[in-house]
């Protein structure tokens, strides 16, 4: 399995991003997929979920609005769309398939910053 994260950077509040995640060694289709994130001295949390087949996703009350999570099935790719970034969203940002509880990629780093 290989989970690979990119798009990470430095953005103004206010700004925008989109993080991509490239996966192989799983079948992708068959699986829930979720994007985590972990701020410096916090625990990781939960950010956005989407189910297998991409017909319905869930969001962590914090980022519902500024947030799209999506997915392409026929590239085993996930993404997330970040509008309206905040100090607040800087962290450490993962995909992972929560069914696969051992498998996790680097990150990609997003500091929002002025």
């Known amino acids: 399995v290989q989970i690979v994260e990119s798009g990470g950077g430095l953005v103004q509040p206010g700004g925008s991003l989109t993080l991509s995640c490239a996966t192989s060694g799983f079948t992708f289709s068959s699986y829930d997929m979720a994007w985590y994130r972990q701020a410096p001295g916090k625990e990781r949390e939960w950010v956005a979920w989407?189910?297998?087949?991409?017909?319905?996703?869930n969001y962590a009350d914090s980022v519902k609005g500024r947030f799209t999570i999506s997915r392409d099935n026929a590239k085993n790719t996930v993404a997330l769309q970040m509008n309206s970034l905040k100090a607040e969203d800087t962290a450490v940002y993962y995909c992972?398939?929560?069914?696969?509880?051992?498998?996790w990629g680097q990150g990609t780093q997003v500091t929002v910053s002025s």
């Open positions: 989407v189910i297998s087949s991409g017909r319905s996703r």
């Open positions: 992972h398939p929560p069914s696969l509880r051992d498998y």
